[in-house]
């Protein structure tokens, strides 16, 4: 890891601390006393943005570049008294860019690799608060590792380093009264701050932070030594909430905005602090997860959003019905967990459900870790993402856990784990219509708001809603002709709708805002809006190993993979009537339908060429790739080309040849279908002898044999067939690959039964009647001119 990338990481974790203990300074009111007893401990999840971008203005402006710093931070009080000793542990570290590329990463082991970053943060921090003076001072527990970075980092990083460590604040009173107002001076070089307190219920209290004035302030010097660079606070936007018992920090969000000049170059620094009192990191919803605040905070770089596809016609609006909710989604769920190479925990919810049904994200609230012989492991994780994923052709839920600590978690000690997830049902929404006016309108139902405010070319929609009430745009709905809609994420009044987001989520942690940007001429946009939503549901699920999964034959597959080709005809009977085309451009090729070429003969007989021979194959078994995943559409929708090429694939052109082409067939081909007892207990495992007529060749090519005998799920889409010896540490190859090189006898087990990626509802079979067919065909391909 280079020293830029250790800088970066160290000083956003004094960066954070400093915050912290200048909050926790500031936070000391008389009726809301901090004063915590030794041993007391909170854990926090921290996110950071910070966003460098050129003025709009200027001809020489910085490059825009934007980091995301997320943490787990535990502190644990250790002395009390006039001087309070609390000691930090950064338990968990990840820096990301703006293109989703981590820039370090705790829970990589290559990160912490050679590096005194690790005996820094394993060791942590000592933060000494005078209670008195307001006076705070930060050192490193492990001062062999701090002279260790300093020797490495050098004097010019180190004064940068150096400088996060200050955190001035004064200690002042904050009164438990809504309404009442106070100002605190600046801490992490901000200038004076109003701090104007909303709410005071049995539990806490909420306040707001505001720049006390607008004056400008004047301009400070960041950076090391020999930096030019200088910058000084325009704006200050934050929400905390204070434990009214304890003093500690519930939530904390603070949006600034500074000007920075570097010589010739000006531009703008935007920054998002957002810091949480957890539990157990390991839980929570879709809006905890690490990629929640990333993609939150990031999404204000994409100020001109997504358009979004408003119906101007009933054909349009039928086109795009408000889906019907998932019934039962955790009936018969899948339940499977493996460690992916970025070191994550990932668990993987397979829902037996429509894959047009609507179902919510679950929220996991427990988590049990064992291993093989069921003793409980502990081993501190955090969430990094819950949410839904259609790959394959069905809906699962994936749940993405990080390892926290700065040693090998050594998660493949996990044998099983045991989640409980709450589930929502999705209500049905009501349509209902925003008035869109010369004048501001707004519709209000629970903790749903929808507002629309004019703008020079339409309105500007403010949609701020939360998890058990919202609206959003009713994609139903018919809209006017000349309307258009666009989510944006632009700023307005010195915030984005993700600043505003993270700021209501001080006291409303489910809560969100959208900003629509509406043109074109109307009265009314079309909003559903989603209430009175039924309390959730608890499920207790059992994840089984992959890795097991792949052991044991008996056990469903680690995971779903459809097998992608060409579907069958919707025709039974198939015509075989087509001929060699091409010879004219050298090249030959011949239209079947599809499942033909490989359930009957079709042979080449033809000079080889340079040591190889011509075969006819499929067009998308070349060498090069050509032709894979090309749509069968218009003139020929229910055939497949198949080429003549040689053996190898490589060639397709020749010159100066005679080929003769034969097809033999056993009768006229037909497609049948034949369903499958629903009831057997491993749909996964077919015995081929009792579903496929006639004698099986183990020595047949697999590409052929599966297309011709088509394995199909419940959703009516074609399975993978599964290797007999395939591990979780086989490399598995794209099936054109796979099918092309192994036959039939490598997929049949002991009992003479196939196991598939998932489970078999019926067997789509090319069957012939009648008497056999042959056909021959000569084509000669002129030589060189």
């Not at 001062?143 to 970075?149: I, K, L, T, V, Y």
């Not at 050098?154 to 106070?182: C, H, W, Y």
């Not at 703008?268 to 919803?285: E, I, Q, S």
């Amino acid at each position: 890891m280079s020293n830029n990338k250790l800088i970066l990481v160290l000083i956003a974790v004094v960066a954070i601390i400093a915050a912290v203990a200048a909050a926790i300074v500031f936070s000391t009111p008389s009726d809301i006393a901090f004063d915590p007893a030794k041993g007391d401990t909170r854990d926090y999840r921290v996110g950071v943005m910070t966003r460098i971008h050129a003025e709009a203005d200027s001809p020489t402006g910085f490059n825009d570049v934007s980091v995301a710093m997320q943490s787990v931070m535990r502190y644990r009080v250790d002395a009390a008294g006039p001087s309070l000793k609390v000691h930090v542990q950064p338990r968990f570290i990840d820096v990301e860019d703006d293109s989703g590329y981590t820039m370090f990463s705790s829970a990589k082991p290559r990160d912490r690799r050679d590096t005194p970053v690790v005996d820094l943060m394993r060791d942590g921090f000592d933060l000494i608060v005078n209670r008195e003076s307001g006076d705070t001072r930060l050192s490193a527990v492990n001062r062999g590792a701090w002279n260790a970075f300093r020797e490495q980092a050098g004097d010019s990083q180190m004064n940068q380093f150096e400088q996060q460590m200050a955190a001035p604040a004064l200690t002042r009173n904050v009164p438990a009264r809504a309404g009442e107002k106070i100002t605190v001076d600046a801490f992490q070089g901000m200038p004076a701050l109003t701090l104007t307190v909303e709410n005071v219920d049995d539990d806490s209290v909420t306040a707001s932070l505001t720049r006390a004035n607008d004056k400008p302030t004047a301009y400070t010097k960041v950076g090391g030594a020999h930096s030019r660079a200088s910058a000084r606070v325009t704006r200050v936007h934050g929400r905390m909430r204070l434990n009214r018992d304890t003093g500690w920090i519930e939530a904390l969000t603070l949006v600034s905005e500074q000007q920075i000049n570097n010589g010739d170059k000006t531009g703008r620094m935007h920054t998002t602090l957002t810091m949480r009192a957890v539990d157990n990191p390991a839980l929570g919803t879709a809006g905890d997860g690490l990629k929640a605040f990333s993609n939150t905070a990031f999404s204000s770089q994409r100020p001109n959003g997504m358009e979004l596809p408003l119906p101007h016609s009933p054909a349009a609006a039928a086109k795009r019905p408000m889906v019907k909710a998932a019934r039962q989604p955790f009936a018969n769920v899948d339940a499977s967990f493996f460690v992916d190479d970025d070191h994550a925990l990932m668990l993987t919810l397979g829902h037996d459900i429509a894959r047009d049904a609507h179902m919510s994200v679950p929220s996991l609230t427990g988590l049990t870790l064992r291993d093989a012989e069921g003793r409980v492991l502990d081993i501190p994780l955090v969430l990094d993402s819950i949410g839904p994923d259609y790959d394959q052709g069905r809906i699962s839920t994936k749940v993405r856990l990080l390892p926290m600590g700065w040693q090998d978690a050594k998660l493949d000690r996990i044998a099983n784990v045991e989640a409980r997830f709450d589930y929502v049902t999705p209500v049905e929404p009501e349509h209902i219509e925003l008035p869109l006016a010369d004048t501001p309108t707004e519709l209000h139902e629970g903790s749903a708001r929808a507002r629309a405010v004019p703008t020079e070319d339409g309105w500007r929609l403010t949609l701020t809603g939360s998890a058990k009430a919202f609206y959003i745009y009713d994609m139903s709905a018919i809209y006017g002709k000349d309307l258009s809609a666009r989510i944006s994420d632009r700023a307005h009044e010195g915030l984005t709708p993700s600043d505003r987001t993270l700021l209501e989520r001080v006291d409303r942690p489910d809560a969100w805002v959208q900003q629509i940007r509406v043109t074109g001429e109307s009265d009314r946009f079309a909003l559903a809006l989603y209430n009175n939503m039924p309390a959730p549901s608890s499920h207790q699920v059992n994840f089984t190993s992959r890795r097991q999964r792949y052991a044991n034959r008996e056990l469903p597959p680690p995971e779903i993979r459809q097998l992608y080709i060409a579907p069958v005809p919707d025709k039974p009977s198939l015509a075989v009537d087509a001929e060699p085309e091409g010879a004219d451009q050298n090249r030959l090729s011949l239209r079947l339908p599809i499942g033909v070429g490989s359930a009957c003969e079709l042979a080449a007989d033809a000079p080889a060429q340079e040591g190889h021979a011509l075969v006819w194959r499929p067009e998308d078994q070349r060498a090069s790739g050509f032709g894979i995943g090309q749509p069968r559409t218009g003139e020929h929708p229910d055939t497949e080309r198949w080429v003549l090429m040689t053996d190898d694939g490589v060639r397709v052109y020749f010159y100066g040849i005679d080929v003769t082409t034969t097809l033999r067939c056993p009768g006229q081909p037909a497609w049948q279908a034949r369903e499958l007892d629903s009831d057997r207990d491993k749909p996964w495992l077919v015995d081929i002898d009792a579903v496929v007529e006639g004698e099986i060749d183990p020595d047949m090519q697999a590409a052929r044999f599966f297309d011709s005998h088509r394995f199909i799920d419940t959703r009516g889409k074609p399975v993978r067939p599964m290797l007999k010896h395939m591990s979780a540490d086989t490399r598995l190859d794209d099936w054109r690959v796979e099918g092309a090189k192994h036959r039939v006898s490598d997929y049949l087990d002991e009992s003479g039964r196939i196991r598939f990626w998932g489970n078999i509802a019926a067997v789509q079979s090319l069957t012939f009647s009648g008497a056999p067919i042959e056909k021959q065909w000569r084509s000669h391909l002129k030589g060189l001119q």
